[in-house]
């Protein structure tokens, strides 16, 4: 899709990322959703980019998965109905692509039921960005911090 757009589509993710609990197929199903969506509103010649990271959400560590492109953009007017159920909005009556405008609403509804969230940012002609967020693991957290401890207070090897 992308290739026959002329899309430039690149992947740059934190290797280093704390692990979230979600189901794979239902994550995948939003991923590919909003890539298809910035692949679809995008036109020829754009860029789509996809990053990864960790961050706060509610005062807990939290991952987070950046789809964004350099397309129209979002149009105020569309931004608060973005995510209801059979809503489009400008750029897909621009773009001309068939839809039904329940991606978004699958999406942060499936991106909610994992406790995490959804949002968009988006300046009109420069481009939309989606962030899915998802808690990290804390056992995983807690685990890894009391290693990192472990580790710092391991006497220094004897040298000989
Ligand atoms: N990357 C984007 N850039 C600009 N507008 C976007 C972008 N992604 C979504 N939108 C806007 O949000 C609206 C809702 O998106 P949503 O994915 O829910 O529906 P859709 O893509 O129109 O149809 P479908 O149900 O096939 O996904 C779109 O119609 C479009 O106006
Ligand atoms: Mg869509």
């Known amino acids: 899709m992308a290739i ?7 992947l740059d993710s934190d290797l ?4 979230a609990f979600a189901d794979r197929n239902q994550l995948e199903q939003v991923l590919t959703n909003l890539v298809v969506n ?18 706060q959400m509610n005062g807990n560590t939290a991952v987070w998965c950046r789809v964004s492109d350099d397309g129209p953009g ?10 209801d159920r059979f809503y489009r909005g400008q750029a ?14 699958i ?8 406790n995490g969230k959804l949002d968009v940012s988006s300046q009109p002609g ?15 957290l807690i685990q890894q911090a009391e290693e990192d401890k472990d580790s710092q207070a391991e006497p220094a090897p004897a040298s000989d």
């Open 4 to 10: 026959a757009k002329e899309i430039k589509l690149d």
């Open 16 to 19: 280093e990322l704390p692990p």
């Open 38 to 55: 910035a692949l679809n509103y995008t036109p020829r010649g754009g860029s789509v980019v996809v990053t990864t990271g960790r961050g």
């Open 74 to 83: 979002v149009d105020p007017i569309d931004l608060p109905h973005l995510f």
């Open 92 to 105: 897909a009556l621009e773009s001309g692509e068939p839809g039904t405008g329940l991606g978004l609403a």
């Open 107 to 114: 999406c942060k509804e499936i991106i909610e039921r994992h």
């Open 126 to 140: 420069q481009g939309a960005a989606f962030t899915v967020w998802l808690p990290a693991d804390k056992s995983t």
